[in-house]
């Protein structure tokens, strides 16, 4: 079993930027992608961004490109999203999931296990 576990949400003013942390424990895997989704209230959980497990290989969505990034510390077991220049339309409960892959999916269906989620709120 996969336990994650997400942190860093809060409340910032717009064109601020935040750090959310990931952290997994549990079983190991020699392949993996690690992704960070977020819902909206009354909208659909939807991708951000994901990496592969060497960090080689990144996506995002378009709506975030070039204001996040998204990186991993293997030692740590921690993944990472740097998100900056927020915007009010980035306020969500945002997750961190792990697919058992090698491929990097962005669809929710296929990643494995999930976090709880944090709240990031942008004010205008």
């Known amino acids: 079993q996969v336990r994650l576990v997400e942190s860093g949400g809060a409340l910032v003013q717009a064109g601020g930027s935040l750090r959310l942390s990931c952290a997994a424990s549990g079983r190991t895997f020699s392949r993996y992608a690690m992704g960070w989704f977020r819902q909206a209230s009354g909208k659909e959980r939807e991708f951000v961004a994901s990496i592969n497990w060497n960090g080689g290989s990144t996506s995002y969505a378009d709506s975030v490109k070039g204001r996040f990034a998204i990186s991993g510390d293997n030692a740590k077991n921690t993944f990472y999203l740097q998100m900056n220049s927020l915007k009010p339309e980035d306020t969500a409960v945002y997750y961190c999931?792990?697919?058992?892959?090698?491929?990097?999916?962005?669809?929710?269906?296929?990643?494995?296990?999930w976090g709880q989620g944090t709240q990031v709120t942008v004010s205008s």
């Open positions: 999931a792990l697919a058992d892959t090698i491929r990097l999916p962005t669809i929710r269906r296929e990643y494995d296990y």
